[in-house]
């Protein structure tokens, strides 16, 4: 079984920056895809974008593309959600998940327990 561990979230003001991790322990990462989910409050959990094991395939909903950027470094055993341009409607808790693919939440076995990103001035 694989633990995942979310971190980089934070208090960012509009159209600043942030860099999620997503590290994995207990099992290696590099054979796994991995989503980026996020979930705000009153809200269902939704894709952000997916990456296969490679890293040579990626995906990114369209509401973050040309601002957000999936990556994974598998000799660190860790994917990247780089997060530029940040909107305020971007504020939510953000998770990683392996185990699975698609764009569907429920197509994935594992999950960290997420990290808060919060854009406000």
């Known amino acids: 079984q694989v633990q995942l561990v979310e971190s980089g979230g934070g208090l960012v003001q509009p159209g600043g920056s942030l860099r999620l991790s997503c590290a994995a322990s207990?099992?290696?990462?590099?054979?796994?895809?991995v989503g980026w989910f996020r979930q705000a409050p009153g809200k269902e959990r939704e894709f952000v974008a997916r990456?296969?094991?490679?890293?040579?395939?990626?995906y990114h909903t369209d509401s973050v593309k040309d601002r957000f950027t999936i990556s994974r470094d598998n000799a660190q055993n860790t994917v990247y959600l780089q997060m530029n341009s940040l909107k305020p409607e971007d504020t939510a808790v953000y998770y990683c998940?392996?185990?699975?693919?698609?764009?569907?939440?429920?197509?994935?076995?594992?999950w960290g327990q997420g990290t808060q990103v919060t854009v406000s001035s």
């Open positions: 207990g099992r290696t990462l590099s054979g796994n895809n």
């Open positions: 998940a392996t185990g699975g693919w698609g764009n569907s939440a429920a197509n994935y076995d594992y």
């Open positions: 990456i296969t094991s490679s890293g040579g395939i990626a």
